[in-house]
């Protein structure tokens, strides 16, 4: 089943398309656009997650088993939007990411809002404990970021850019602060930017309040163990209150999109 519930009333309304297809690229990209950016100021941070119906954000460690074909056709309309995904190093180690790739159903909308055939990868790292021989880092269709802190170890710096990628100081001491590591990305115009986690990072873009949309499937599963939810970290003093911005539902999969009040 394919539906969609407008935020206006919540009320059920089957789609004209019908209710037997699978929601175009184009339709999905404009249900998930980012919002109108006054020229030079600021940013969008959005976070993409899946979580069970209990609450587990992952499942023997990755998110993967918690995922439908309808989450990844999303997952990838977001990243074809997207200047950029900041993602932690860990959940590069454990998802085994790879350079995000140019997609023809995205060219003419990319080129037309200035971007790039494919976003940046921005990886956050205090350590640089990362392996620099994977395609993420020696093949990529843009060169790949490193955010990491001005105390970080210089051999690792000097072996990430040895290796193509290019490391952004956007803190202080060897961690990466999130509001700087959000206006660093700014300053070079990537401003459409897009977290895929893992917890630990978006637990820490929540605390600073620097995020400012989450993408949540809801996925119908039950994993019970212990395993994380989608935000991890120390809690905050004031629970962040976001507004429904859209609902989605697909054999049973709820894609729901809010924006920080």
Same mark, same amino acid.
Not at 46 to 60: E, I
């Given at each position: ?33 980012? /919002?109108? +950016? ?6 969008? +941070? ?68 200035? =971007? ?87 637990? =820490? ?5 620097? +995020? ?21 970290? /120390? ?14 539902? =697909? ?11």
């Amino acid at each position: 089943m394919r539906r969609l519930f407008p935020v206006t009333d919540m009320t059920a309304h089957e789609t004209d398309a019908g209710a037997d297809r699978e929601w175009s690229l184009d339709e999905l990209a404009d249900a998930y656009g980012y /919002p109108e +950016l006054p020229e030079g100021e600021g940013a969008w +941070l959005r976070a993409n997650m899946v979580s069970s119906l209990d609450g587990a954000g992952q499942h023997d460690g990755r998110s993967q088993p918690l995922s439908s074909d309808a989450d990844m056709r999303i997952f990838g309309t977001l990243r074809g939007l997207a200047d950029v995904v900041v993602v932690g190093a860990e959940t590069v180690r454990l998802e085994g990411y790879r350079p995000a790739r140019a997609r023809e159903a995205f060219a003419a909308r990319r080129a037309a809002a200035g =971007q790039g055939p494919a976003p940046v990868i921005a990886v956050v790292s205090a350590s640089l404990s990362l392996d620099f021989s994977l395609p993420l880092f020696t093949a990529p269709l843009v060169p790949t970021l490193i955010l990491t802190g001005a105390a970080a170890p210089v051999e690792r710096v000097r072996a990430a850019r040895e290796a193509g990628a290019e490391v952004l100081v956007a803190g202080d001491g060897a961690g990466v602060e999130p509001d700087r590591a959000k206006a660093v990305l700014a300053e070079r115009g990537l401003r459409r930017q897009l977290t895929e986690g893992g917890p630990r990072l978006l637990g =820490q873009f929540v605390a600073a309040e620097a +995020l400012d949309e989450l993408c949540l499937t809801v996925s119908p599963t039950m994993t019970a163990g212990g395993a994380q939810r989608i935000a991890g970290g /120390p809690p905050v003093a004031v629970p962040t209150r976001f507004a429904v911005a859209s609902l989605l539902e =697909q054999d049973g999969f709820l894609f729901t999109r809010y924006r920080r009040i």
